[in-house]
């Protein structure tokens, strides 16, 4: 009885010590499509979120201490992602990256605002994140309405006289995109042969492929994700179109490449300048690079959103979400991706949306101002 008592004595023991442990770090979360059909890039961001904390970790840690990182899987689901959300507010994490699409980013917003948690995304472009007037929510990427104006300044310049449909998947960031888009190009005078939308998680697209043949399409332009573009794209080949396709930043994974295969040579995308090749990034695109990752699409953006919340919590003194997010507001904050500053909305002030168009090899490049 005895030896029992002492082994329920060294047990609680042990239990006190590594609860006492865990208390000394600071929980931080990252959340996003880790499942699902957009799982390629919520591994951009666990990959970026994972890479930020050991650096950050290896060099001090915040306010003393060492951060410990939880996923949440929220797999593009608006649903799951208010469960991951209230989750983590109920643990009361301080800060969450994420989400990936918007339509959990916007949801997960709310209940992160109810639990006083600071949101950072690193892919949501949606303008409604920020326009809600919610105190918690700030992203390190641009917004649809920024994205659509690049889009359709390209198209005004490249494919004048041409004739142009627009499809967009119903969703959230898709048709926000693709209404962005349509707005900017209708703005300019050029007015689209087609407005169309499908259901994200079709195969079938032939319905409105044999629509952009019967309309002589020039150019698509598509509001949605890389693997419902990449099916159009391929279903259009396969139809004999040689209709260029055009999408968002939500094609910035190589994942869309193992979809269409060669056929996908010569689709375009808008999205932010390479931050694997900015100065700011050259070392942590190694450390990535020794562990055989490609620090593609989102990758860098979760880094710096880490980034951001760290440095503005050494700043301010505490992890109180309120007082850090005052914090990141009224300062500017060197990250991997370059200088960022906010506004009181929580938008950067830096906004540089480019062109990028695929090769034939599996790989995209930024096209020139004319196009090639």
Known sequence: ?????????????????????????ITIAVAGPITGGESA????????????????NAAGGVLGKKLALQVGDDACDP???RSVAEKFASAKIPFVAGHFCSSSSIPASEAY???NVLQITPASTNPLFTERKL????????RD????LVAADYIVKNYKGKNIAILNDKTTYGKGLADETKKALNKAGFTEKMFESYNKGDKDFNSIVSRLKRNNIDLVFVGGYHQEA?????????????????SGDALADKEYASITGAAG????????????????????????????????GYTLYTYAAVQVWAQAVAKAGTTDPKKVMDTIKAGSWESAIGKLEYDAKGDIKQIDYVVYKWDDKGGYAEVNEKGS
């Open 1 to 25: 009885m005895k030896s029992l008592r002492l082994f329920a004595l060294a047990l609680g023991a042990s239990l006190t010590f590594s609860t006492a442990a865990f208390a000394e770090d």
């Open 41 to 56: 890039f919520g591994r951009q961001m666990k990959n970026g979120a994972e890479q930020a904390v050991a650096d950050i």
């Open 79 to 81: 649903k799951q992602a």
């Open 113 to 115: 605002a109810d639990g």
């Open 135 to 142: 105190w918690n929510v700030a992203r390190v990427c641009g």
């Open 145 to 148: 309405d920024q994205q659509g």
């Open 230 to 246: 990449g099916l159009i794209l391929r279903q259009m080949r396969d139809q004999g179109l040689k209709t260029v396709l055009m």
């Open 265 to 296: 040579a010569g689709t375009l995308f808008t999205f932010g300048p390479d931050p694997r090749k900015k100065p700011t990034a050259a070392a942590i695109v190694e450390k990535f690079r020794a562990k055989n990752i490609d620090p593609e």
